[in-house]
């Protein structure tokens, strides 16, 4: 009988291409399961690292990392906390009106402005009113703030101006720089982050101001009040929010309402020629979630560089996300659920989540999501795996996994609805598997016997469920087929 081997969607989740045109080493869907260079493996888990971080919402985490100090700061419940050890939180400032806050670190002390409070800075010891001026400038109107050449930018609530302080100033006196005069299609000033044209530092690095409205207004240049010069006005999706535009490599990522677009793709730069594979196969779900969410608080992008992933944190209701995730390496995007992270912050190399309950989880040490398994899903693109209609009697999940595990299989033919699931259930070492298909499991953590597929058509859709205590690396599918013409 023949064999038609599938390798694991190691390509990647395509939400772009057409269910008839999505090749065989990408997946429909892929939750939870991070695509690699020879399998897709199940993500970490989440664990507690501090709680009584306020009672509710955590909306802010920030890294401060300069010399000796080394230092998680949250914000939650009107308060700003050192949430740095595991276990109780400190709260070093109250009184503030908003969690919302947007940071840059300067000079060893992190500033944070929000919109609606005076601005803040933290010098890892004690939160004080940051000395902020300028002519016409309410301080407390500062929206976000970038640290850029030695200086330091901030944009306004509901304005299309920038403010920048003096070189090697934390705070002071701010000059105003009317970008509105430069835009074309309106819309206010929203961030401003800079990028590096060829990896590293030098005279030909720009800053670039994202507008509402979808311009992005690029100047080069070390002062804005003598040699900024402009390089150009370019027209992209509407950037999301400020935290949803970040630093990616020597590039900048930010998500849109046309999905998440690296700035190279859009200038004439020959170092970002093909970056647009980034956005290509997750703009279907990017775009849908923008429509869907674009207005709520969320939205993210942060990396993780011990895990190689980017993370783009998309909001679905007050308590609920779920996150894109790219593999910063391969390219080849997956869905994380069950991380219901209101923000994210990489401290010490580690990924922390602020979550809806005045807690603070951290990313990574073991497989298990607080006290559950973490729940997986795949569902393969609809294989074809004759030229004509053929039969398929059985297959075969090439699975390593770690601990007990529950899989759960079913199937779609010709496009049709999915039918009865059936699960088979493997508990500790040596135990066979259920056998409601006629199959036994053999060796120890691994599957090496067919099991009943029973499938007539053109084509084939195979949905697999993973629920194990460890981790599970995936491999590739065998069929076997009846029929001739093979593919």
């Known amino acids: 009988m023949p064999l038609v081997t599938i390798p694991a969607p190691i390509k990647g989740w395509n939400t772009t291409d057409s269910l008839a045109q999505i090749p065989s080493d990408m997946a429909i869907t892929l939750d939870n399961l991070v695509p690699n260079t020879a399998s897709v493996s199940t993500r970490k888990g989440q664990e507690e690292h501090a709680t009584g971080v306020g009672s509710g919402n955590v909306d802010s985490l920030f890294e401060l990392k300069a010399l000796s100090v080394s230092k998680l700061i949250a914000a939650a419940s009107g308060n700003i906390y050192d949430a740095t050890s595991e276990g109780s939180a400190t709260s070093l400032a109250s009184g503030f009106a908003s969690d919302q806050w947007q940071g840059s670190v300067y000079n060893g002390s992190l500033a944070m402005v929000n919109g609606v409070d005076s ?50 100033t934390f705070g002071g006196a701010l000059t105003k720089f009317p970008l509105g005069k430069v835009g074309n299609f309106g819309g206010n000033l929203i961030a401003i982050q ?20 979808g311009e992005i207004i690029v100047y080069e240049g070390i002062d804005p009040g003598s040699d900024f010069v402009l390089t150009g006005v370019f027209k992209a999706g509407r950037p999301l929010n400020s935290r949803a535009v970040a630093k990616f490599g020597a590039d900048i990522l930010f998500a849109t309402n046309e999905g998440y677009l690296p700035v190279s793709s859009l200038l004439p730069l020959s170092y970002g020629k093909d970056n647009d594979k980034i956005n290509k196969y997750i703009k279907g779900a990017a775009s849908e979630a923008a429509s869907a969410y674009g ?97 398929t009697t059985a297959f075969r ?87 001739s013409n093979r593919i």
């Open 119 to 168: 601005p803040q800075g933290y010098d890892g010891s004690t939160v004080t009113a940051m000395t902020i001026s300028g002519s016409g400038l309410t301080p407390s109107t500062l929206s976000s703030v970038t640290t850029y050449k030695n200086r330091m930018y901030y944009t306004q609530i509901d304005s299309q101006d920038f403010w920048y302080g003096a070189l090697s």
């Open 194 to 213: 800079g990028l590096t044209k060829d990896g590293g530092s030098g005279q030909d690095d720009a800053l670039c101001f994202f507008m509402s409205s």
């Open 295 to 391: 207005s709520m608080f969320g939205w993210q992008i942060t990396i993780s560089p011990a895990d190689n992933i980017l993370l783009v944190n998309v909001p679905q209701t007050n308590n609920t996300f779920v996150q894109h995730v790219l593999n910063v390496n391969t390219l080849a995007w997956c869905r994380f659920t069950g991380i219901n992270s209101r923000c994210l912050c990489v401290f010490g190399n580690t990924l922390y989540m602020g979550g809806t309950n005045g807690t603070i989880y951290k990313y990574g040490s073991n497989f298990i999501d607080i006290d559950s398994n973490i729940e997986t899903e795949y569902q393969s693109p609809y294989l074809r795996l004759t030229k004509g209609q053929s039969k």
């Open 397 to 483: 999940p090439r699975v390593r996994f770690d601990g007990d595990m529950t899989m759960t299989v079913n199937k779609s033919v010709d496009f049709k609805p999915f039918g009865t699931a059936y699960s088979f259930d493997y508990q500790g070492i040596g135990a066979d598997w259920g056998d409601p298909w006629g199959s036994d499991w053999a060796t120890t953590n691994s599957i090496i016997n067919y099991l009943n597929y029973n499938n007539i058509g053109y084509s084939t859709s195979l949905k697999l469920n993973f629920s194990c205590s460890g981790s599970i690396d995936f491999y590739e599918t065998d069929f076997l087929v009846q029929g």
